[in-house]
């Protein structure tokens, strides 16, 4: 029988890096580390920053969403709703999705952001797909988007080396030919808050100058406590996702996982009994964009991309939060 209820498909992709680059070697100047050090324990060699003090991470999203509509030939105006993940919004209110919504030209969409860290384009994925599938939309823009070096101690080498900036989009729309977004899983654990927060410009700390003194208002890491979380939330909820859905490692076409750190990576996918070939891993060049990570990839990954094939998804972040979702890629190659 043809499928009746649709899915809510991936039918084009964007993205945006800014231009300029933080290198290890740059890196060296500033902090106690070395390009050595970082490379191996983070996969890293360079990030992008978001240098234009004019510029925040509505921009990005903007420039990111305007290309993935072109390569769709969807106008703005036809938009339904902006989804925004990120932890480095403009202002702590309005949302980013609604600067968004009104820089991109969007006006019959509305939106709203979620913060969910580094598992916040999947936690807003399956936002997304669920106003498709429950027939709410038919056009629904889900945006990663982070400027963390806006929010990253250069004091702090424990931090100061893993992040860049950076935006990824994509528009989500119904299929009824088996693509798409086919299951997730989803899991959070809030004994983490400590091990990985901007603990100062909330309701708990707000800003004053004691916090400013104490550098509240920069992330925090616990790398340790973190690594340690990450590595078996990411592969279990990986590894979760393929058995509930009887996925091989042959039925996998590939990982698309959080680029948090190389190890991380490579422990989620030994755990799904892939091969390097499978796995989508662009941190030496862009660093930890948070929430913009998986859409970058998927950006990046457009060229080699064909219909049907199967995309696990894969995220850890603080809070903490983590999860997995199985992805049917629904088109050809680039648009």
Same mark, same amino acid.
């Given at each position: 029988?043809?499928?009746? $209820?649709?899915?809510?498909?991936?039918?084009?992709?964007?993205?945006?890096? *800014?231009?300029? !680059? /933080?290198?290890?070697?740059?890196?060296?100047?500033?902090?106690? $580390?070395?390009?050595?050090?970082?490379?191996?324990?983070?996969?890293?060699?360079?990030? @992008?920053?978001?240098?234009?003090? $004019?510029?925040?991470?509505?921009?990005?999203?903007?420039?990111?969403?305007?290309?993935?509509?072109?390569?769709?030939?969807?106008?703005? $105006?036809?938009?339904?709703?902006?989804? +925004?993940?990120?932890?480095?919004?403009?202002? +702590?209110?309005?949302?980013?999705?609604?600067? +968004?919504?009104?820089?991109?030209?969007?006006?019959?969409?509305?939106?709203?952001?979620?913060?969910?860290?580094?598992?916040?384009?999947?936690?807003?994925?399956?936002?997304?797909?669920?106003?498709?599938?429950?027939?709410?939309? &038919?056009?629904?823009?889900?945006? %990663?988007?982070?400027?963390?070096? !806006?929010?990253?101690?250069?004091?702090?080498?424990?931090?100061?080396?893993?992040?860049?900036?950076?935006?990824?989009?994509?528009?989500? #729309?119904?299929?009824?030919?088996?693509?798409?977004?086919?299951?997730?899983?989803?899991?959070?654990?809030?004994?983490?808050?400590?091990?990985?927060? &901007?603990? %100062?410009?909330?309701? /708990?700390?707000?800003?004053?100058?004691?916090?400013?003194?104490?550098?509240?208002?920069?992330? &925090? &890491?616990?790398?340790?406590?973190?690594?340690? @979380?990450?590595?078996?939330?990411?592969?279990?909820?990986?590894?979760?996702?393929?058995? !509930?859905?009887?996925?091989? *490692? #042959?039925?996998?076409?590939?990982?698309? *996982?959080?680029?948090?750190?190389?190890?991380?990576?490579?422990?989620?996918?030994?755990?799904?009994? /892939?091969?390097?070939?499978?796995?989508?891993?662009?941190?030496?060049?862009?660093?930890?964009?948070?929430?913009?990570?998986?859409? /970058?990839?998927?950006?990046?990954? #457009?060229?080699?991309? !064909?219909?049907?094939?199967?995309?696990?998804?894969?995220?850890?972040?603080?809070?903490?939060?983590?999860?997995?979702?199985?992805?049917?890629?629904?088109?050809?190659?680039?648009?």
């Amino acid at each position: 029988m043809p499928q009746t $209820t649709p899915t809510a498909a991936i039918t084009a992709v964007g993205k945006y890096l *800014p231009p300029d !680059r /933080l290198t290890n070697a740059d890196l060296e100047k500033l902090v106690d $580390t070395n390009d050595e050090w970082i490379r191996t324990r983070t996969g890293i060699e360079e990030r @992008r920053i978001l240098k234009d003090p $004019t510029k925040a991470t509505s921009d990005m999203a903007v420039e990111a969403a305007r290309e993935c509509l072109a390569k769709a030939g969807v106008a703005p $105006t036809e938009v339904d709703c902006i989804l +925004v993940a990120t932890v480095t919004p403009d202002m +702590v209110f309005p949302a980013t999705a609604c600067l +968004v919504q009104t820089k991109l030209g969007a006006t019959n969409a509305w939106g709203y952001d979620i913060s969910a860290a580094c598992s916040g384009f999947l936690y807003a994925l399956t936002t997304g797909a669920k106003m498709i599938e429950a027939g709410m939309h &038919q056009k629904v823009l889900v945006i %990663g988007a982070d400027a963390m070096t !806006r929010i990253i101690d250069y004091t702090d080498r424990t931090t100061c080396v893993i992040f860049g900036d950076g935006a990824g989009a994509v528009l989500l #729309e119904p299929r009824t030919d088996g693509t798409g977004v086919l299951d997730t899983v989803q899991y959070a654990d809030g004994t983490g808050v400590h091990s990985l927060s &901007q603990p %100062g410009g909330g309701s /708990l700390h707000p800003a004053t100058h004691e916090t400013v003194d104490a550098r509240m208002h920069y992330a &925090q &890491q616990d790398g340790r406590a973190v690594f340690k @979380r990450a590595v078996t939330g990411m592969a279990d909820a990986a590894a979760e996702i393929m058995e !509930r859905n009887d996925l091989s *490692p #042959e039925d996998v076409r590939y990982l698309v *996982p959080h680029q948090a750190n190389l190890r991380i990576i490579d422990a989620t996918a030994r755990r799904m009994g /892939l091969t390097d070939d499978k796995v989508m891993i662009n941190i030496a060049r862009y660093g930890n964009t948070t929430a913009g990570t998986l859409p /970058l990839c998927l950006a990046d990954w #457009e060229n080699q991309l !064909r219909a049907g094939d199967n995309l696990v998804l894969a995220a850890f972040g603080g809070g903490f939060t983590w999860g997995a979702t199985w992805l049917k890629w629904s088109y050809d190659g680039a648009r």
